[in-house]
């Protein structure tokens, strides 16, 4: 998927349309445009706002698949597991692991 396709895909998803996004990031909804169709890329600058107002990664409008889009309590947990130590960080998630086997949500 390029990098345009997901931006259109990430915009579709929350139902807004390409003014809005232009006008919260700072840009003319014409060169928001020319990014979904791959006519342009943004800068460095304007790939950042775009990463924190679809709450995505870097990585992920590029063309990665690194932290795609996820709920606020996905993100809650990622900072919860930041803050913590190697220790508690590897206890938390052995824990979490042995919940999902035991209700057999382990992919």
Not at 36 to 49: A, D, F, G, S, W
């Amino acid at each position: 998927m390029t990098m345009g396709e997901r931006l259109r895909q990430l915009r579709l998803q929350r139902k807004i349309s390409q003014e809005e996004v232009a006008r919260t990031i700072g840009i003319t909804r014409s060169a928001y445009s020319h990014y979904e169709i791959n006519n342009r890329q943004p800068v460095y600058e304007t790939l950042i706002k775009l990463s924190t107002f679809y709450e995505v990664s870097l990585d992920y409008i590029v063309g990665g698949d690194a932290f795609g889009p996820a709920s606020k309590d996905t993100h809650e947990m990622i900072r919860m597991l930041d803050t913590m130590d190697h220790v508690k960080r590897k206890n938390t998630i052995n824990l979490l692991m042995d919940v999902l086997k035991k209700n057999n949500n382990v992919m």
